[in-house]
């Protein structure tokens, strides 16, 4: 993607002020467009096929399908839409979950806005990007 | 008319931002710091003396309801407001005990995290009616049934309980010592009188009571 344009974001978690923190931190970069926000699963496919983002930025404990579920769906529906888990799971057994489910990268809760902005710059250049908490070995093997 | 201070403590820097945002959204509130452990959330309430306490359960260090019990204490005109991932009987009459008056959900809007300040900046209590009942009928069954946690409540000292959770999460002995401010010798005269109060023999059963009896999560 061309460094000037803005990147459209969904933003999905059920928790408002986790949607809310997340805006407040990518719209004050001039890179990013908060273009829709979800609070569960079905909503969230809605609006991903309504609006055609970018990124998704989701939570995996999500009601109604989970995050992961909504990965999976959205790799086969609409597989230009790059998925960033952001979750409070750090297991390398949700890592490989979510990187089967085609999601294009992995970030946790705790990880600092340092490595949200990171992150979110690795996936507007359609790069892969995994929570500095994982072995790089690790997310290397399985986001490739 | 001065404005509404308001400290936020919760480990994760998007939700303290997220929360912030909805502070400063308010005329008339500001943030007036933040803390990303239970222990800064105490040090900051008495340093600042803030109006409201936001303050998540699960926070490393010291978690929010021992903390909140320390705020209370040492700060009585700081109202405090928990936020918690967890809806269950058990939370909602640890949150009262503790000495918080609000109470609210992650899950929960926007609003109803405003209004809980709202309602605690006037000194009243923000609980959904739910956990009113559950107040209720504590109170009206003459006290809850003793449950795990009243059991660690009941035998160790505030100080006890502290180093009981340092230790469960994987401190030394001189580490908890340093976090502290305390001698080596006495964290581990600290140390020894939790293992002979709790009856356990070992630091990995003393990890698992703590798991067991909610001081730490797995």
């Known amino acids: ?144 | 008319m001065n404005a509404l201070k308001v400290l936020i403590a919760d480990d994760h820097d998007i939700v303290r931002k997220g929360l912030r945002a909805l502070v400063e959204e308010r005329p008339g509130w500001e943030v007036c710091g933040e803390a990303r452990s239970g222990r800064e959330a105490v040090e900051k309430t008495v340093q600042l003396g803030p109006d409201v306490l936001i303050i998540d359960v699960s926070m490393p260090d010291l978690n929010g309801l021992d903390a909140t019990r320390q705020v209370r204490r040492l700060s009585p005109k700081t109202e405090v407001l928990i936020i918690t991932q967890h809806d269950s009987d058990e939370m909602a009459g640890e949150v009262l005990d503790a000495g918080a008056r609000g109470y609210v959900l992650k899950s929960d809007s926007d609003r109803d995290l405003a209004n809980a300040v709202e309602a605690l900046s006037h000194h009243k209590p923000f609980l959904t009616a739910r956990v009113t009942e559950i107040f209720l009928a504590s109170r009206g069954r003459g006290g809850r049934e003793p449950d795990p946690v009243d059991a660690v409540r009941n035998r160790l000292t505030m100080r006890e309980r502290e180093i009981l959770q340092l230790l469960a999460e994987g401190k030394s002995a001189k580490e908890v010592a340093s976090v502290l401010g305390i001698a080596i010798k006495t964290s581990d005269t600290h140390r020894t009188n939790i293992m002979r109060k709790l009856n356990v023999h070992s630091v990995a059963e003393l990890v698992r009571y703590a798991i067991r009896n909610k001081v730490v999560e797995p």
Do not use: W
Not at chain 1, 8 to 16: A, E, K, M, P, Q
Not at chain 1, 113 to 121: I, K
């Open chain 1, 1 to 144: 993607m061309d460094p000037e344009t803005r990147a459209r974001i969904i933003l999905s978690d059920d928790h408002s002020f986790v949607r809310r923190g997340l805006r407040n931190i990518l719209e004050s970069t001039d890179q990013y467009e908060i273009c829709g926000e979800a609070s569960d699963g079905s909503q969230t496919l809605e609006l991903a096929k309504r609006l055609h983002p970018d990124i998704l930025i989701i939570d995996i404990s999500m009601p109604s399908p989970n995050g992961l579920e909504v990965a999976r769906q959205l790799h086969e529906s609409l597989p230009e839409i790059k998925v960033l888990i952001l979750t409070m799971h750090d297991s390398a057994e949700m890592l490989r979950a979510a990187a089967a489910a085609g999601a294009f990268g992995y970030l946790l809760k705790s990880d600092d806005e340092r490595s949200l902005v990171d992150a979110l710059q690795h996936l507007k250049m359609g790069q892969h990007f995994v929570s500095p908490a994982f072995e790089p070995d690790l997310a290397k093997q399985l986001f490739h």
